[in-house]
């Protein structure tokens, strides 16, 4: 895996993957595997909803009483993400999960072996010794009057998670994102005003209008599971300076830290024109009102 930080940044590349490991852009697919992983803190993240259009996806801290039996919880290792489905976790929990997972493992770069791949575990199956489990803070060392006590750390029973019909699910928010250099060659990023994904049909997907994105301009757009920089194909002065490793990677460090989202969701920078379905998946075409009068002068 190629390894590329701000202070000897490469060449932007179209639908190349990045991920929010801190002042580290990770590449993929790798150009030599033989370089040493980046290092990174694991991560829990907890999957809970009732719909696959009404899921959200939460970092919370990496403790056993911060699980339940009610929903899905991934622990995250970089190279190796750990699935554990509660017992009364439902079937579009556990799906958005695995197929999430597997997204994050392919994104990085990192090929399916004994090494880098995603094993799942059901909650009947809390065994304490297993690989995920063991990675998992258990107890903490606290002071009484009598000196240190121990407190043993378990999994919360399904009401600490609460309803999945209550889960407020991620909206969908486009940013129009602005780049200055100023005279020694440092980035300084802006954000606009998010807006929020606009819910048509009766199964609550949420999508934006195609013509918000402009070709003169460049966006981050978050679904909730995955995050997206695109860059218009007129994006004016400012377009090389987006294409740069070391701005992209204030982007993404700017964006992660103001709106505190996790560090394991994976990023993707496309160009307008080169977009993959799955992002434009995200959009639909509203015809403006007029449009054809405007057309034919009527």
């Not at 339940?68 to 958005?96: A, H, P, R």
């Not at 505190?260 to 307008?272: D, G, M």
Request: net charge positive; glycine share 6%.
């Amino acid at each position: 895996m190629t390894v590329t930080t701000m202070e000897a940044a490469a060449p932007f590349m179209a639908g190349q993957v990045y991920s929010l490991v801190p002042n580290t852009i990770v590449q993929s697919p790798p150009a030599n595997p033989g370089v040493q992983l980046p290092q990174f803190d694991k991560r829990l993240l907890q999957v809970k909803g009732r719909t696959k259009n009404t899921m959200a996806l939460t970092e919370v801290p990496v403790r056993l009483d911060c699980m339940n039996e009610g929903d899905v919880f991934i622990l995250d290792t970089f190279s190796t993400l750990y699935q554990w489905n509660g017992m009364k976790s439902n079937e579009e929990e556990k799906e958005k999960a695995r197929e999430w997972a597997k997204e994050v493992i392919e994104n990085r770069g990192l090929p399916y072996n004994k090494d880098t791949h995603v094993e799942i575990y059901q909650g009947q199956d809390v065994k304490y010794e297993n690989k995920m489990m063991q990675q998992i803070k258990q107890k903490s060392q606290l002071f009484g009057n009598r000196g240190p006590v121990t407190k043993r750390f378990k999994i919360q029973d399904a009401k600490y998670g609460g309803k999945d019909e209550k889960v407020r699910p991620f909206e969908k928010k486009l940013y129009m994102v602005k780049v200055n250099l100023n005279k020694k060659s440092k980035a300084k990023v802006a954000f606009s005003k998010p807006q929020v994904a606009k819910k048509k049909n009766k199964d609550k997907s949420q999508y934006f209008s195609r013509n918000k994105l402009n070709s003169g301009e460049s966006f981050v757009m978050d679904d909730g599971f995955h995050v997206w920089i695109w860059v218009g194909s007129h994006a004016g002065d400012n377009m090389n300076a987006r294409k740069d490793s070391a701005v992209l990677q204030k982007i993404i460090d700017k964006y992660r830290s103001r709106y505190q989202r996790p560090y394991s969701l994976p990023i993707t920078c496309v160009e307008e024109r080169e977009e993959p379905k799955k992002f434009s998946d995200q959009f639909l075409y509203v015809r403006k009102k007029g449009f054809f009068k405007r057309l034919f002068g009527l």
